[in-house]
């Protein structure tokens, strides 16, 4: 099992102001705790409907991810140097969303396109648009690299998978690989030798619902099988790194799983000891593993 000694914050201090666009999700809280932990208080742009209520204790300004030129305005108001993006969006911008002033003007050429793509290629749009502000776009994992799933792979729970489940963990892999090519979605479920769950815009929780549904519908075996995870083989490590948290080893557990794989060094686990602690409470198994790089 894997050693619980984890860091709290990177070596290096943040000497400068530092700001989370946060959107859903645990990942924003807990690199906000770790800024002010660490005397460097963040202001938080708290996506409107995305954003936990936790967040608003900081100082915060409210807004749309396509609210360009409020993001710049305040950014400069308060010396802003540094961004982190952090947490999902659910609800994703429309053409009619944008607002039509100078900042958005110039952000027309990189966002028009990205609206019709993944998620991938719309945070990678965001992060050029904040770049041609002179504003720097760091990781959360930069901030917070004990959140970081430990590698190399590794178990981590005291639960471990069989040849049978090992072998769905490939499958899931090269699925969630796929999947991200196509920078659709980042998870896969695999049961009884074959992928039986895709993760697409609805997200990891409600992927692992429908594989409960079809276990209850008798399609797929009563026991066993796999929620793996992975970056895209393109991935933005800045954004949208995969993570898992104690509801999804709840909701894998709902669904009837055996447990959950993810890369090792290249995605969340959120609220570590509580998540580990969970599910060896409820003997599951979550391993790391290393993707094999396609030739």
Do not use: W
């Not at 479920?189 to 276990?215: C, I, N, Q, S, Y």
């Not at 949208?240 to 557990?253: C, F, K, R, S």
């Amino acid at each position: 099992m894997a050693s619980n000694n984890r860091s709290h914050l990177a070596d290096h201090s943040v000497s400068r102001r530092t700001a989370i666009i946060a959107g859903n999700g645990l990942l924003p809280i807990e690199v906000a705790k770790s800024l002010a932990a660490s005397g460097n208080a963040p202001f938080i742009f708290a996506l409107r409907g995305e954003a936990a209520p936790e967040l608003y204790q900081f100082e915060h300004q409210e807004v749309s991810i396509v609210e360009f030129a409020k993001f710049i305005k305040t950014m400069k108001a308060h010396n802003i140097a540094q961004v982190i993006l952090a947490g999902g969006v659910l609800n994703r911008p429309h053409l009619t969303d944008l607002r039509f002033d100078m900042p958005t003007l110039r952000a027309l050429p990189k966002v028009i396109g990205a609206l019709g793509k993944g998620d991938d290629a719309l945070l990678r749009a965001f992060i050029r648009l904040l770049e041609g502000y002179d504003i720097k776009v760091i990781g959360a994992h930069e901030i917070v690299p004990d959140l970081l799933s430990p590698a190399p792979a590794q178990s981590l729970t005291v639960a471990r998978p069989d040849k049978r489940e090992q072998h769905n963990i490939g499958l899931g892999a090269e699925a969630a690989r796929l999947l991200g090519d196509l920078d659709v979605g980042q998870g896969g479920v695999a049961v009884g030798g074959r992928v039986v769950a895709l993760e697409g815009a609805e997200g990891t929780d409600l992927m692992l619902v429908r594989v409960a549904e079809l276990r209850a519908a008798g399609r797929i075996p009563p026991r066993g099988g796999v929620l793996v995870k992975c970056a895209k083989p393109s991935q933005e490590e800045r954004a949208d790194l995969p993570a898992i948290g104690i509801m999804t080893v709840i909701n894998a557990d709902k669904a009837g799983l055996a447990g959950i794989a993810v890369e090792a060094g290249r995605s969340f686990v959120l609220g570590y000891h509580e998540t580990i602690t969970e599910a060896n409470k409820r003997g599951l198994f979550i391993e790391t593993f290393v993707r094999t790089p396609v030739e």
